[in-house]
């Protein structure tokens, strides 16, 4: 299983990114794929997560309306829509997967050591 998070840059507030999730080793439309990002001195949050099952989406509510989680199955890959940026969405961006963890409502509260594969971060920046 590997997984390898791209797209991330400097943006000015307000402004949008797109972010990638290529996944290999595993078809990415069987398990969910879970973007989560840590801010310098902040734990790892869960921000989006996408359902294997019927794609159903979920947010934390800090990113609600401004992020949309998406997959391209033909591509193996999910991405990560973010508009309207703000400074406090500087981060890492992670995504990683679980074959077991459900992705619902609890993308909130969602603890990174619970889950089993991660890729490398890509740096997302918003300049105020």
């Known amino acids: 299983v590997q997984l390898q998070a791209s797209g991330g840059g400097l943006v000015q507030s307000g402004g949008s990114l797109r972010l990638s999730c290529a996944a290999s080793g595993f078809s990415s439309d069987h398990y969910p794929i879970i973007w989560f990002r840590q801010a310098p001195g902040k734990e790892r949050e869960g921000v989006a997560c996408?359902?294997?099952?019927?794609?159903?989406?979920y947010y934390a509510d800090s990113v609600k309306g401004r992020f949309t989680i998406s997959r391209a199955n033909a591509k193996n890959t999910v991405y990560l829509q973010m508009n309207s940026l703000k400074s406090e969405d500087t981060a890492v961006y992670y995504c990683?997967?679980?074959?077991?963890?459900?992705?619902?409502?609890?993308?909130?509260?969602?603890?990174?050591?619970?889950?089993?594969?991660w890729g490398k971060g890509t740096q997302v920046t918003v300049s105020s």
């Open positions: 996408i359902k294997s099952s019927d794609d159903s989406t």
């Open positions: 990683a997967t679980d074959f077991e963890w459900p992705c619902d409502y609890s993308i909130a509260t969602v603890r990174d050591y619970t889950i089993d594969y």
